[in-house]
């Protein structure tokens, strides 16, 4: 029998590819997305149409309120809760420097707090059931080898790292696993420059450089020199799938 899946930020790249992996799978798989009434309806509309057991959610990580209207859906109609899939994130680019605290907060806010909210609203339902599996999709950037003009990025996922760690350490107890996936560089949304200080974003770049001039063309540079072009964000899915189809409780 297959899992019943939650899996956060579902509206895109290593979320939407993995949502539809799982469901192949043959899961039961509910891909969390923020404002399906409005720009992520046609993402919602495509992925309840892929499958029998393929369901969106609305799933606003940046709310509780949302968060656990969504969890309770899930646990209503499907009767369980299995798997949680900690994805949606976020990333900005640029010198540590430039950033406001409130840029930082932001950032951490959508790879780190986020996470909390989903587990609080999941935890009691794979408590209670005595089993489940927490996967958090961190990244490489978090260990070790820091590229430059990544820094509140960096700083949340690795914060995200020592949650998932601590989350290991603890609830173990309770018959429920933990997993993180780090992921190297990809060309899925994270990691568009649009998030980060497009050159033609100019007020994003007048800031930049303030702090370094010459900035844009270093930090352009450098990012394009961590994505491989052949990097396949399918592979991404593939490990989430196959993490989650491992014999567990035992
Ligand atoms: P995408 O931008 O394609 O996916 C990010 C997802 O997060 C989007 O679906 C986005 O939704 C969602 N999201 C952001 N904020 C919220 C929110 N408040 N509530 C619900 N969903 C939200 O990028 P990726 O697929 O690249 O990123 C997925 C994960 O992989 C992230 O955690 C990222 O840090 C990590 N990662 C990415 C790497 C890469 O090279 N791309 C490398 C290592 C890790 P919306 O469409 O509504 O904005």
Redesign the pocket.
Known sequence: MGSTIVI?????????MSARALADAGHTVYA????IAG??ATAAKEFDAYAGTAHSVE?????QASVDAGIARIVDESGRLDVVIH?????TLGPVEAFTVEQLASVYD??VL?TQRVNRAALPHLRRQRAGLLIW?????ARGGTPPYLGP?FAA?AAEDALAVSYAAEVSRFGIETSIV???????????YAHAGHPEDTATRDAYEEVYPGVMDDLLGKQAAL?PPDAD?AE?AREITRIVGLPRGE
């Open positions: 956060t930020g579902a509206s895109s790249g290593f979320g939407a969390g997305m923020r404002d720009r992520n799933l606003d990580v940046s709310d994805n949606a994130g976020h990333m959508t790879n986020s999709v961190g990244s490489s950037s990025y996922k780090v992921p190297g560089s990809f060309t899925t949304g994270t990691n568009h994505t964000p991404v």
